[in-house]
């Protein structure tokens, strides 16, 4: 099975700030790589798809990249509402994995 | 409207069986793979199974597999879950996805994501 790990695992920053989270897969996983947003007792959000292309209505602060094995989800100026937990996927191989999460907290 | 709403869920003592259901709306309910995601207290996302649109192809986790069905139902609309011989650590949130698969110029091929998800269902395995 490919293992996903993301870092860090929590991130704390303040509103404007630009944060980036990195997943590492364990085997390649060329671009099939998604990252989703999830809020306290809601259904995740895909918010990009592919590693870099942004899922409809997802705002452009939102940017991805990487392939292979290293991917990265950057929020370029942090809003309120951007506080939550962010998992990557990847839908390269069964099973699809997701990374642990990384909880971004306001500072 | 796109929607997917799960029910089934409830406590139940450990070895004991339960079954999920997913209604899907909104969309061609054949034309897409599905799949359920769970998620235990306090805990990140774990894929549990998916099949395939034609309903041909299935596929679980190791953490469920020979205990856990997926099937659908394409006249229904409909996505189950048969789950049997619950444990205590199947105790988690319950999500149906589905898969859509969405064209990309930048690299000439169909890529995946899980695009439309369902509220969630909680199953506690318990004595």
């Known amino acids: 099975d490919i293992q996903l790990t993301q870092s860090p695992s929590f991130l704390s920053a303040s509103v404007g700030d630009r944060v980036t989270i990195t997943c590492r897969a364990s085997q390649g996983v060329s671009s099939f790589l998604a990252w989703y947003q999830q809020k306290p007792g809601k259904a995740p959000k895909l918010l990009i798809y592919a590693a870099s292309t942004l899922q409809s209505g997802v705002p452009s602060r939102f940017s991805g990249g990487g392939s292979g094995t290293e991917f990265t989800l950057t929020i370029s100026s942090l809003q309120p509402e951007d506080f939550a937990t962010y998992s990557c996927q990847q839908l390269n191989t069964y099973p699809y994995t997701f990374g642990q999460g990384t909880k971004l907290e306001i500072k | 409207e796109v929607q997917l709403l799960e029910s089934g869920g409830g406590l139940v003592q450990p070895g004991e069986s339960l079954r999920l259901s997913c209604a899907a709306s909104g969309f061609t309910f054949s034309n897409y793979a599905m799949n359920w995601v769970r998620q235990a207290p306090g805990k990140g996302l774990e894929w549990v199974s998916a099949i395939s649109g034609s309903g041909d192809s299935i596929y679980h986790a190791d953490s469920v597999k020979g205990r856990f069905t997926i099937s659908r139902d394409n006249s229904e609309n409909t996505l189950h879950l048969h789950m049997n011989s619950l444990r205590g650590e199947d105790t988690a949130v319950y999500y149906c996805?589905?898969?859509?698969?969405?064209?990309?110029?930048?690299?000439?091929?169909?890529?995946?994501?899980?695009?439309?998800w369902g509220q969630g269902t909680t199953v506690t395995v318990s004595s």
């Open positions: 996805a589905k898969r859509n698969e969405f064209w990309s110029g930048s690299y000439g091929g169909y890529y995946f994501g899980m695009d439309v």
